[in-house]
T-cell receptor, first 112, second 117 residues
Framework: QKEVEQDPGPLSVPEGAIVSLNCTYS??????FMWYRQYSRKGPELLMY????GNKEDGRFTAQVDKSSKYISLFIRDSQPSDSATYLC????????????FGQGTELSVKP | EAQVTQNPRYLITVTGKKLTVTCSQN?????MSWYRQDPGLGLRQIYY???????DKGDVPEGYKVSRKEKRNFPLILESPSPNQTSLYFC????????????????FGPGTRLLVL
């Protein structure tokens, strides 16, 4: 079993929809959780960074962590065609560096 | 402009021929790391470095070497490449956040596409 599991999709939604992207993990020591967006033929870019359980909001994006269920989510409100990309979750035990474990990535397509 | 540069961007080589992929960052970041990206497997960390002369294995270090002699550079060395190392490679750097919920700043390079025949 992989340490981090993510549904690879692809996921296709109409413009304006609410998108929910999810990851599950098995290592209860993970405390730092990240979401990256990767456009085709580009390097990933950091979208959201959260620590421990709870919600964090940044514009149309909300990251949610449920450590008791070992489950993290990224919600995108009012999705736009420009949100079409692959979204990767990542997690780490430590804030000060250390290993970073990624999910497989979910390919999202937002149709106009 | 803050950036991570990788060279070369594309490389075709043959089994067993040593190669080095360079990575350089201009942000004075402490932490640098290398990843490979393969279809269906996401990003997998190869090696990371917390600072000069401090390196450690990631998830898939076999067949790779790294060194960190200067803060800005973190080359990836394949001493004897094999076809299973054909992949897309990314270098990344990040500032190590201090205590509290500081916003992470992390940058990835543009990627190096490697084909080993």
């Amino acid at each position: 079993q992989k340490e981090v599991e993510q549904d690879p999709g692809p996921l296709s939604v109409p413009e304006g929809a609410i998108v929910s992207l999810n990851c599950t993990y098995s290592n209860s020591a993970f405390q730092y959780f990240m979401w990256y967006r990767q456009y085709s033929r580009k390097g990933p870019e950091l979208l959201m960074y959260t620590y421990s359980s709870g919600n964090k909001e940044d514009g149309r994006f909300t990251a949610q962590v449920d450590k008791s269920s070992k489950y993290i989510s990224l919600f995108i409100r009012d999705s736009q065609p420009s949100d079409s990309a692959t979204y990767l979750c990542a997690m780490s035990e430590y804030n000060q560096g250390g290993k970073l474990i990624f999910g497989q990535g979910t390919e999202l397509s937002v149709k106009p | 402009e803050a950036q991570v540069t990788q060279n070369p961007r594309y490389l075709i080589t043959v089994t067993g021929k040593k190669l080095t992929v360079t990575c350089s960052q201009n942000m004075n970041h402490e932490y640098m790391s290398w990843y490979r990206q393969d279809p269906g497997l996401g990003l997998r960390q190869i090696y990371y470095s917390m600072n000069v002369e401090v390196t450690d294995k990631g998830d898939v270090p076999e067949g790779y070497k790294v060194s960190r002699k200067e803060k800005r550079n973190f080359p990836l060395i394949l001493e004897s490449p094999s076809p299973n190392q054909t992949s897309l490679y990314f270098c990344a750097s990040r500032r190590l956040a201090g205590g509290g919920l500081l916003k992470e700043t992390q940058y990835f390079g543009p990627g190096t596409r490697l084909l080993v025949l």
